[in-house]
């Protein structure tokens, strides 16, 4: 069974004013997983995230990494900070240097990292962002979908166990949205933990792993995404059910063997395909 990297235990935080951004919240994020994070706007999301690496404090209960209770002396955020890395919705809040080089480049060295090794994890971090060539471009002059890219590789260069992305897709265009989406999956299959903040539905069904739902700061569902976005209280909540779903359901009222093999379809290529399989079976009768 996947252990957990990270567990909320009865969390509650509330902003002046009495605004309650989350009550007694309790959810955990597994090792190795993709999970997806939804919710409505004012549901919690954003104040969640900002507790996983210690941008806030909770005000009652407890949050663990790797089983241990997180602490907040300057220390024990430092080393937290390394192991969960944030990624910002608009990436002109997290870029502040000159050019991508200096930007990478400024945690490792807040680290006190040798220059070599700092050099050599920069590098990679160009590599994996497919940003390589360009570490000397002038960030003002970059493009969103790089601007982005070079978000996460600075993170990246700090070499986190947990990848923290709040609306990574957001503003993207569906060529910068392909490839930003294959650049997670291989950092998904190097082992690292992904969580991200989505209002599409779709796309949580078909990229995650695990799906937590948020519903007035409290814990709607909580399960893997092909069973929890199924559920007729979160379609309540969210306001629509997966498109995929909806048509594969409607598909298999007219005899099409769309759930062949106990399988169900989580995106449109998964769909095609089964139809497709299902045409040819039928041309070859």
């Not at 919690?44 to 209770?69: A, M, V």
Request: charged letters at 20%.
């Amino acid at each position: 069974m996947t252990s957990a990297v990270i567990e909320l235990q009865g969390i509650s935080f509330s902003y002046p004013g009495a605004i309650k951004a989350l009550d007694r919240f309790s959810a955990s994020f597994l090792r190795g997983r993709r999970t997806a994070v939804l919710g409505r706007n004012g549901s919690g999301k954003t104040t969640l995230f900002s507790l996983l690496n210690g941008l806030q404090h909770p005000q009652s209960g407890q949050i663990l990494f790797d089983g241990r209770r997180i602490a907040y002396d300057r220390q024990s955020l430092l080393n937290l900070r390394q192991e969960v890395g944030m990624v910002f919705q608009d990436p002109d809040s997290q870029l502040f240097s000159a050019c991508i080089y200096e930007d990478i480049s400024f945690g490792p060295m807040n680290l006190g990292l040798p220059e070599k090794e700092v050099r050599i994890r920069v590098e990679h971090a160009l590599a994996q962002m497919k940003l390589a060539g360009l570490e000397n471009r002038p960030t003002h002059s970059l493009s969103f979908g790089q601007k982005k890219r070079a978000c996460i590789a600075g993170v990246l260069a700090m070499q986190p166990k947990v990848l923290v992305l709040d609306e990574p897709f957001a503003g993207l265009d569906p060529v910068m949205a392909a490839e930003f989406s294959a650049i997670l999956d291989e950092l998904h299959r190097s082992g690292t933990t992904l969580i991200i903040a989505t209002h599409d539905l779709d796309l949580a069904y078909s990229w995650a792993d695990e799906v937590i739902v948020l519903k007035e700061g409290t814990l709607l569902a909580e399960g893997t995404a092909g069973e929890t976005l199924m559920r007729a209280d979160v379609h309540a909540e969210l306001g629509a059910s997966p498109v995929v779903a909806e048509i594969a359901a409607a598909i298999a009222l007219t005899g099409v063997e769309v759930y062949a093999n106990g399988y169900l379809p989580r995106s449109k290529d998964d769909l095609v395909k089964i139809i497709t399989a299902n045409i040819n079976k039928e041309n070859v009768r």
